[in-house]
């Protein structure tokens, strides 16, 4: 089963709004998790390291300030994509290892998000 | 960057066998991901390579060269099921993990 949870499936929103991510982890505490997006027949592009407790490690070309995210707990951590454009439009996914897995790395069921 | 590199797509007949190469930077290396994912779905973990040579699992197998920084993904007995994006992604200093390209692969009857 699922070990990692992600909220919503999919969200079509007006340009300008934000829009909230969750990823869970369900039966495991994860003090990181990360986030990807992903381009139709692309692959997965590392958008940030979230971490536990601090500030969220971004990769060179990511705009903090657009994605804010946010690890307040061991099993659950946020992504809001802040006044959102139709170029935010991507399938947006978590993931996290669970202890005892190794370096293996679970993904959360993606969020497709369309900005109109 | 990690340059990771794979072929863009692939096409074999069903029941065939198929290998899709992957080639990566080898500086902060530590191991070497197979992931499967379908169109609009997770991806799905088939394997992880941290030392050289091959690793069988039914009939997906993989392949490590750390020195040459060359893996593959070897498909036997292709199914119609493994039609697919197949997803190389390197695992970094700092347990971070990135992806190459990804390799659309198609299974024709």
């Known amino acids: 089963g699922a070990v990692v949870s992600q909220h919503p499936s999919w969200v079509i929103c007006k340009s300008g709004t934000s829009v909230k991510i969750e990823c869970r982890s369900l039966d495991f505490q994860a003090t990181t998790m990360f986030w990807y997006r992903q381009f139709p027949k692309q692959s997965l592009m590392l958008m940030a390291t979230?971490?536990?407790?601090?500030?969220?490690?971004?990769e060179q070309g990511v705009e903090k300030d657009k994605f804010l995210i946010n690890h307040a707990s061991l099993t659950l951590s946020t992504l809001t994509v802040t006044s959102a454009h139709p170029e935010d439009s991507s399938f947006y996914i978590c993931?996290?290892?669970?202890?005892?897995?190794?370096?293996?790395?679970?993904f959360g069921s993606g969020t497709q998000l369309s900005v109109l | 960057g990690q340059n990771i590199d794979q072929p863009t797509e692939m096409t074999a007949t069903e029941g065939a066998i198929v290998q899709i190469n992957c080639t990566y930077q080898t500086s902060g290396f530590n191991g070497l991901f197979w992931y499967q994912q379908h169109a609009g779905e997770a991806p799905t973990f088939l394997s992880y390579n941290v030392l050289d040579g091959l690793e069988e699992k039914g009939r997906f197998s993989s392949f490590l060269s750390r020195s040459k920084g060359y893996s593959y993904l070897l498909l036997k007995e292709l199914q119609m099921k493994d039609s697919a994006s197949y997803l190389c992604?390197?695992?970094?200093?700092?347990?971070?993990?990135?992806f190459g390209g990804g390799t659309r692969l198609m299974v024709k009857p």
């Open positions: 979230s971490n536990e407790g601090s500030k969220a490690t971004y």
């Open positions: 992604g390197r695992n970094n200093a700092g347990n971070m993990l990135t």
């Open positions: 993931s996290a290892r669970r202890t005892g897995e190794g370096e293996k790395l679970f």
